[in-house]
């Protein structure tokens, strides 16, 4: 039996990466094939918030299993920016380079060297049905920024992560090692098993 998730979102990248963590045993959809669902602001202060607010704004106008995750880097030196505003940080059309532009031109500013690019990815992912939170999931990895950007995998600030334990960033890392460590893969796994519980009463 497949199980059918909608992400409520838009952005195909991660609709991607969650079809890979959760495998074969699952289909994902996203909202670029629900247009009539409108476009979900996130007025939250933390990525439980946001990521409890775009789950259940989704599923009062979809008949289905949705999910929706807020996800951002907090990095020490710029006293945890920029967190919650990460996709927003270098203004609402910003590419992937002017989000990491920004974000290394505000570490040189700050002087920010050795510890002091310390950082974390941090991913909280809400499972919601008609109306009702079924769950919370979350997932961090912790790292540091590079001085420059790396390798062309991925997406977001991911050229210029480097989570602990590797030398490479997850730009230059194979997606099959990223999608095993990621604070995304840890929040989708823990979704994974409660959702097969969900499903098949275990």
């Not at 195909?12 to 289909?27: A, D, M, N």
Request: neutral net charge.
């Amino acid at each position: 039996m497949v199980i059918e998730l909608v992400v409520a979102t838009r952005n195909r990248h991660k609709t991607r990466e969650i079809q890979h963590v959760l495998g074969p045993e699952f289909r994902v959809r996203d909202l670029g094939a629900h247009p009539e669902v409108s476009e979900i602001r996130e007025s939250g202060t933390s990525f439980e918030e946001n990521a409890k607010l775009k789950a259940l704004a989704a599923s009062r106008q979809l008949p289905a299993l949705v999910i929706a995750d807020d996800s951002g880097l907090a990095v020490d030196a710029l006293g945890g920016a920029p967190g919650i505003y990460s996709a927003r940080y270098a203004g609402a059309n910003a590419t992937d380079t002017n989000k990491i532009d920004k974000l290394l031109r505000e570490l040189e500013r700050v002087r920010a060297i050795d510890d002091r690019r310390r950082a974390r990815f941090r991913c909280v992912v809400a499972l919601a049905r008609n109306s009702d939170l079924l769950g919370i999931f979350e997932g961090t990895v912790e790292g540091r920024i590079t001085d420059t950007a790396r390798g062309d995998s991925g997406f977001g600030y991911d050229p210029i992560f480097v989570p602990d334990g590797f030398e490479q960033t997850f730009g230059e890392l194979p997606t099959e090692v990223k999608n095993t460590i990621s604070h995304r893969a840890q929040a989708i796994r823990a979704l994974a098993d409660r959702l097969r519980r969900l499903e098949f009463g275990d």
